[in-house]
């Protein structure tokens, strides 16, 4: 059996896997979306249902950017692979982009809850699509129906990227881990990219896979690269067969 719990990021929410998941089940794949709860959809926080004692079974943590510390760290912890999808250990970066950087996510946090909090995350969004936002919806970008309880994880979640200093709670040093970064990612500076890729090599007992996704920006969209994600994920789930 093949299961599957993807996690989006910060201002993101569960829908922004509904092609990702027409691809994968139609390819005998279990698809579980975990949901923040920033607008007015209901949190949910979707569990294994194989047996995380059947070694042969493939457990799948898919996380996009801050994803990856958003996740229950039980599900984390019982991955058999995690894919990480322009993610960070340490969001801010150390070296000369550092003031940057903190001083644009101060901005971004002192915004939220005053007026101009939906033109704020919408400016985001637009940033993170980038350079594919020409199909983009007003949908998308209509943050006006964020809960009060959205709001208030919204600026809890952003204070948990800023401090991020390490890799994600709860990930798991046997597991198989594929890295996708965006060659057009405008959120995240290289060297937090770099970071990411030091801190796997020196705490995972395999190294891991790094795919640099040519034409992407923060957000995967091209079904080229889904293909690849999901090739990767079958090449290891018949790897576990044996």
């Known amino acids: 059996?093949?299961?599957?719990?993807?996690?989006?990021?910060?201002?993101?929410d569960s829908k922004q896997w509904s092609n990702w998941i027409d691809y994968f089940q139609c390819c005998d794949w279990e698809w579980h979306t975990a949901?923040?709860?920033?607008?007015n959809i209901s949190p949910h926080k979707p569990r294994w249902k194989i047996n995380v004692n059947q070694s042969t079974f493939t457990r799948v943590a898919i996380c996009h950017s801050l994803g990856s510390h958003l996740i229950d760290k039980h599900v984390l912890s019982s991955a058999t692979h995690v894919v990480l999808i322009n993610s960070f250990s340490r969001f801010i970066p150390s070296g000369k982009q550092n003031r940057a950087v903190k001083m644009a996510l101060d901005r971004m946090l002192d915004t939220i809850n005053t007026p101009n909090e939906s033109s704020m995350i919408k400016k985001f969004h637009i940033k993170a699509l980038k350079p594919n936002d020409n199909n983009l919806g007003s949908k998308e970008l209509d943050f006006r129906d964020i809960s009060d309880s959205g709001r208030v994880k919204l600026k809890n979640d952003l204070k948990l990227l800023m401090n991020s200093d390490s890799l994600p709670a709860g990930l798991n040093s046997n597991s198989k881990v594929l890295v996708i970064n965006s060659e057009k990612d405008y959120i995240l500076a290289s060297?937090?990219?770099?970071?990411?890729?030091?801190?796997?090599?020196?705490?995972?007992?395999?190294?891991?896979?790094?795919?640099?996704?040519?034409?992407?920006?923060?957000?995967?969209?091209?079904?080229?690269?889904?293909?690849?994600?999901?090739?990767?994920?079958?090449?290891?789930h018949a790897k576990n067969m044996v």
Not at 35 to 39: D, F, I, L, P
């Open 191 to 236: 060297q937090t990219k770099e970071k990411l890729t030091e801190d796997l090599k020196h705490y995972l007992e395999t190294s891991p896979t790094i795919i640099n996704a040519k034409e992407e920006g923060h957000f995967i969209s091209k079904v080229k690269n889904i293909k690849k994600i999901k090739h990767w994920l079958e090449s290891e």
């Open 1 to 12: 059996m093949k299961e599957i719990i993807a996690m989006h990021g910060w201002a993101g």
């Open 35 to 39: 949901e923040r709860g920033y607008k």
